[in-house]
């Protein structure tokens, strides 16, 4: 079964400071993986996806293979980007007729300190 | 708003209820996914549906149980609720059932006294 860790509850950060969200999944196939985030009082929303390769708001996330890894990067930090972070997996599942699912971490807090 | 809407938001009831949660999926969406946010456990998915039938199964109780109508919103009824059940319960929809890109509803509250 696929699994997704993010070790940090909770990452404190200057503003301007280098920002890396923690994200390392195990899965036997071929990963699909996406970050999610949740500022205060908004719905959770996709904020970037491997595939794509781009960068949202600065930030960016590179699929390690080797590492199982998929850590989230910004090189600065700014206020509006505290926020909660949910790094997820998305795998091929056979129960019922078959059909993706979307495996979340539980997610880090991400608190940028003015 | 065509987003994902649920309701209620916030729902009370006691241990031994049953209560029904109701989702409308954005417009275009087929797919409504169904999950459980607690404190300890995190996003914990639930169940899928496409286009009114189940797709996936995740960590559901049997004492709950979905289904997706033809107009393509959603329920999730829980029954014999306890204590552990109190939670926030996400909806979210998309246009496939191939896709990792889900748009989420704000949540239904449910505490469970």
């Known amino acids: 079964a696929q699994r997704v860790t993010q070790p940090e509850k909770l990452l404190s950060v200057f503003k301007g400071a280098p920002v890396e969200l923690k994200c390392n999944y195990s899965?036997?196939?071929?990963?699909?993986l996406f970050w999610y985030v949740q500022y205060s009082r908004q719905r959770l929303q996709l904020l970037l996806r491997h595939i794509s390769r781009e960068s949202i708001k600065g930030f960016t996330a590179d699929l390690n293979k080797g590492e199982t890894s998929f850590h989230l990067k910004k090189p600065f930090a700014q206020e509006e980007d505290s926020a909660m972070y949910y790094c997820?997996?998305?795998?091929?599942?056979?129960?019922?007729?078959?059909?993706?699912?979307?495996?979340f971490g539980k997610g880090t807090k991400l608190s940028v300190i003015p | 708003d065509s987003g994902v809407t649920q309701t209620p938001k916030h729902l009370i009831t006691a241990t031994g209820q049953r209560v029904t949660l109701r989702c409308s999926p954005r417009s275009g969406d087929l797919s409504v996914y169904w999950y459980q946010q607690s404190l300890d456990q995190g996003l914990q998915f639930l169940i899928q549906?496409?286009?009114?039938?189940?797709?996936a199964k995740g960590n559901i109780l049997e004492r709950f149980s979905a289904q997706q109508f033809p107009d393509l919103h959603s329920e999730l009824n829980l029954s014999s609720l306890e204590l552990g059940d109190s939670a926030l319960y996400f909806c979210?929809?998309?246009?496939?059932?191939?896709?990792?890109?889900?748009?989420f509803g704000e949540g239904s509250r449910l505490t469970v006294l």
């Open positions: 997820a997996l998305s795998a091929r599942v056979y129960s019922g007729a078959g059909s993706y699912q979307l495996t």
């Open positions: 979210a929809s998309s246009v496939a059932v191939n896709t990792g890109e889900l748009f």
């Open positions: 899965y036997s196939g071929s990963p699909e």
């Open positions: 549906y496409y286009n009114g039938e189940e797709r």
